[in-house]
């Protein structure tokens, strides 16, 4: 479905992608891991449209994507919850999840939507009227969510989710992102909570400095003595 084909970023003169190489295939949940600085946000801004690749190319069902506009790319199908959820505070909760919806038309489709995100998350439901400001980290998480939800995704693209979350309220997200994997929906997730993702995920990507050094499902990633020891926090014979 999704495939990066040595793609190169660069920040001025600094280049935060060096031949990058990711697949995600329907139906999957795959995962980037690395560290802070690693590269993996850029990875999922240059999907958005949001950076552009110097060199190598981005293909969404065959289609080259990379040279689109970021809202040609929502229009195909693939949406992004973004780092640090960013939702419109001012806004109620009802209203940010509208403008999740802004290309679609069918007011039908924009009900069911609305009901599939409250059925997700009841929390939202009762806060619908509240405005995004007033609701807690986890509950504007839960909101960031809807609001890419409403867009009817394909693709959807996840941003660290768990950051700057409570252990209960990570274990909320967790259970958000496998029921969307039963759902079918295909999903790219980068987390900076290596064991999160690799339970979560299918396969899973290491990218060290801009370039992936590792790929592999995640059973083997989680048993590999190198990624325990770099991104687990415990390898074979350590504590």
């Known amino acids: 479905m999704l495939e990066l084909d040595g793609v190169d970023v660069a920040y001025g003169s600094v280049r935060?992608?060096?031949?990058?190489?990711?697949?995600?295939?329907?139906?999957?949940?795959?995962?980037?891991i690395g560290a802070n600085g690693a590269g993996k946000t850029t990875t999922i801004r240059s999907i958005s449209g949001l950076l552009r690749p110097t060199t190598g190319?981005?293909?969404?069902?065959?289609?080259?994507i990379h040279t689109l506009a970021p809202e040609a790319i929502v229009g195909l199908g693939i949406v992004q919850v973004p780092e640090g959820r960013r939702i419109f505070p001012e806004l109620t909760v009802e209203e940010n999840l509208?403008?999740?919806?802004?290309?679609?038309?069918?007011?039908?489709?924009?009900?069911?939507?609305?009901?599939?995100?409250?059925?997700?998350?009841?929390?939202?439901?009762?806060?619908?009227?509240?405005?995004?400001?007033?609701l807690s980290g986890g509950e504007q998480q839960m909101l960031a969510f809807g609001r890419a939800l409403m867009a009817g995704p394909r693709l959807l693209l996840l941003d660290e989710p768990s950051l700057g979350l409570a252990p209960l309220l990570v274990q909320d997200v967790a259970h958000v992102v496998t029921d969307l994997k039963r759902s079918g929906l295909t999903m790219l997730l980068?987390?900076?909570n290596a064991r999160l993702a690799l339970t979560l995920a299918d396969r899973g990507y290491v990218l060290e400095t801009g370039r992936i050094v590792l790929s592999d499902t995640s059973a083997r990633l989680l048993a590999n003595?190198?990624?325990q020891?770099?991104?687990l926090g415990s390898a074979r014979g350590s504590r």
Request: charged share 30%; net charge positive; glycine share 8%.
């Open 16 to 32: 935060a992608l060096r031949g990058v190489s990711v697949r995600v295939d329907a139906g999957e949940l795959v995962t980037l």
């Open 57 to 64: 190319s981005i293909r969404f069902e065959g289609t080259p």
């Open 98 to 134: 509208r403008v999740g919806a802004y290309l679609v038309r069918d007011h039908a489709r924009i009900t069911e939507r609305f009901e599939r995100v409250y059925s997700l998350f009841p929390r939202l439901r009762e806060r619908r009227r509240q405005a995004g400001n007033t």
């Open 190 to 192: 980068v987390e900076q």
């Open 225 to 227: 003595p190198d990624v």
């Open 229 to 231: 020891k770099s991104y």
